[in-house]
């Protein structure tokens, strides 16, 4: 079965401390895994993405096919990261770039 | 073109009332989709268009939900004879090929069914 675990509903954590947001799935082909990222009274946006091994805002995070992880990472968090995260997944080369989505987590950092 | 747009941005009906929204997407975006997200969860895929045609419905979505995307650009979605379980927040995205796949979101119609 296709399915995104994103297992803490909460985080909180001291600026300037690290956060790691975690991520698993079960997906039976190539997955594409993105972070989306929801601040207050805003829309879903785009964090970033497997494929563009990218940092962005200072989050970086990594695809592990054996762990089936895409944790999402970031070494010294700030107050404006306190966000809605979600992980999500949809299926390389397929047509209809479903997304599926974990439950999201809940990121507080505290000043 | 600011971005998505969906309209209304909160609706409050009584159960058994028929409800649409309206989803207007980045125009030069192809493919649009819709989701529903009730609370603490994430968004829960119910259907999707390329162009105007409606290529993949959600196995959950009941016949009373249906939508439609005439000449490719906005899409509406109706729910008909409402039920409490209905209540939720519907999503609407949109994407082509040149945005590799990234799905911009609309603010989201929230349904409220008393």
């Known amino acids: 079965a296709q399915r995104v675990t994103q297992p803490e509903k909460l985080l909180s954590v001291f600026k300037g401390a690290p956060v790691e947001l975690k991520c698993n799935y079960s997906?039976?082909?190539?997955?594409?895994l993105f972070w989306y990222v929801q601040y207050s009274r805003q829309r879903l946006q785009l964090l970033l993405r497997h494929i563009s091994r990218e940092s962005i805002k200072g989050f970086t995070a990594d695809l592990n096919k054996g762990e089936t992880s895409f944790h999402l990472k970031k070494p010294f968090a700030q107050e404006e990261d306190s966000a809605m995260y979600y992980c999500a997944l949809s299926g390389w080369g397929e047509s209809n770039y479903q997304l599926i989505w974990g439950a999201g987590t809940k990121l507080i950092i505290k000043p | 073109d600011t971005g998505v747009s969906q309209n209304p941005r909160h609706k409050i009906t009584k159960r058994g009332q028929n409800v649409t929204f309206r989803c207007d997407p980045i125009?030069?975006?192809?493919?649009l989709y819709w989701y529903r997200q009730t609370l603490g969860q994430g968004p829960e895929f119910l259907t999707y268009f390329q162009n105007e045609a409606q290529l993949e419905k959600s196995r959950l979505l009941s016949d009373r939900f249906s939508a439609e995307r005439p000449k490719g650009s906005f899409s509406t979605l109706e729910i008909q004879r409402t039920e409490q379980g209905d209540s939720a927040m519907y999503l609407c995205a949109s994407t082509d090929t040149s945005s590799y796949n990234e799905q911009f979101f609309g603010p989201g119609t929230r349904l409220t069914v008393l």
């Open positions: 997906y039976s082909g190539s997955p594409e």
């Open positions: 125009s030069e975006h192809n493919r």
